[in-house]
């Protein structure tokens, strides 16, 4: 770090430093990010976890599977996978 002088006077003296920003590269460099449960593949996303107080990386199907166990499905995101099924599965019913 290199310090400068700066005059602007004969009797007065200022000294000027330079402050090094420092900038994470990896989340794990974060404080409140958890990275420790990685499993080694790809495909998770960022989520809050308020028990651990910090942000922690999950699979992106158990958002998913959350989003299910508690009913909160968007319903443009249920009417579009209704959609979408509708050409993919056959259902027979027999003969009445």
């Avoid at 090094?20 to 960022?46: F, R, W």
């Amino acid at each position: 770090m290199a310090d400068f002088q700066v005059r602007l006077n004969r009797t007065n003296k200022y000294k000027v430093t330079q402050e090094k920003t420092v900038v994470a590269e990896n989340l794990s460099d974060l404080a409140d990010v958890s990275v420790s449960n990685l499993g080694g593949s790809d495909n998770y996303v960022m989520v809050y976890s308020a028990s651990l107080g910090k942000y922690t990386l999950v699979p992106a199907d158990n958002v998913l599977s959350s989003a299910v166990e508690d009913n909160q499905l968007p319903s443009d995101f249920i009417n579009q996978l209704d959609t979408d099924l509708d050409d993919k599965i056959d259902l027979d019913a027999g003969t009445f």
